[in-house]
DNA sequence: CAGTGGTCTAGACCACAAA
DNA sequence: TTGTGGTCTAGACCACTGC
């Protein structure tokens, strides 16, 4: 067995809700008819209710059932952790993505302080620019420490800086906070955007640390304003 | 015995982080040692360790312990359930709500399509705003159904309905799906708002469901560009 | 090696919903 | 009353960390 119990179990039911098994609206067996089942204890049914739960495919009601939320109404992207290279599969337009700037650098201030890190940490600094249908809307300027990510080559930052670091530095992304503000574009978002006459931008700051709690990338997404979107889906753990 | 052991042991150790007992960046005591001071099972310590890790204040390492996160730097409302009353207590500038609308309704289409109701639903409509140091920026239409709100009056919604819901009717909600984009701003808009010369608002739609997974409320917020922030701490729950 | 967190089990009792 | 999910227990074995 290589994977554990719970998320087969969790795979197999997510499964069953998007071929139609289990349909929105209706309950799924209950955690005993489970249990046996799949002739495992209740409490690893319940882990992968749980995560079924907290990830938006059903809704727990005590004395009653879960029943299968709609997800296919929404199609949100499940807590926030998404890639822009998963984004674009999602969509039909046509999309690029331009390497304007790929260098080692030394932090300045504002960077030692958003990365925590000395002066003297070598950093990777890269500047993308994403296009939908031929207009250059969003720029994501991302910042990586050095010594967590050895090489880095224009081909890797075409593709998807994430999927490298995940698939093939095995390194893994635990957790990230964003920070979604308005400003003012700035003179490098009229260099690299086309503007048009929007002379703000969104930007999206996001924090990402590791396994073992060490912060290693920072990255500004910085997005004309008419091409932003942002979904969330929030459920409530504390009471 | 009010409250659930593993929320009372999860309560206790926010404490600990908040009141300095257990500083950023060290260990907590392992969960065998708390099982034992707490005079519980591990599973319990367990549970309410997975809610101090899923809520940003620990993270958890195989092999070595539970860390304690800096949690003072980001000072983040916990996955974006945060009601306006919350985050303005949390501010130092003048705030005031002002009730503009308050009035029954029935849905037109837009309406009917966004809480999935019929025409001869009965609506409660609220159009509030909110002024920062004098400065109306935040305008807040509401739209809950009336089935389940039978009253609301003025002084609730100069107040919390959020927490009229939660503490007099004892409504619980369960969770919520957000949408933020920027639009040109309406007519609505300007007359509402100070919008001194900006064109755009950004659109935070929020769609509020039950305990029993039924939609009770939709919520369009619209903020004056300048005055917007967004915080958002997402954790990986799927591999 | 000992200690940590991660998973899993087979029970138990509870609060709640529906018939 | 029966069946549901919610909580809790006292064990067990595993994978990983650090010495």
Redesign the pocket.
Known sequence: MRK????RIYEELTEKMKDGTFQAGE???????LAAQY??????I??A?TLLSQNGYIQ???????VVLDTSRASFPISGLVSFKELADQLNGTIHTFVEELELIRPEPYLQHQLQCSSKEELWKVIRTRAFDGERVILDKDFLLRKQIPQLTKDICEQSIYAYIEQELGITISFAKKEITVEPCTEEDCRYLDMKDFSYVVVVRNYVYLDDASLFQYTESRHRLDKFRFVDFARRHTK
């Not at 727990?60 to 879960?66: A, D, E, I, Q, V």
Request: cysteine-free; proline content about 4%.
């Open positions: 554990n119990k719970f998320m309950l799924i067996p209950s955690e005993n008819e002739e495992t204890s209740r409490e690893t319940r882990k209710l727990k009601l005590r004395g009653k059932g879960s």
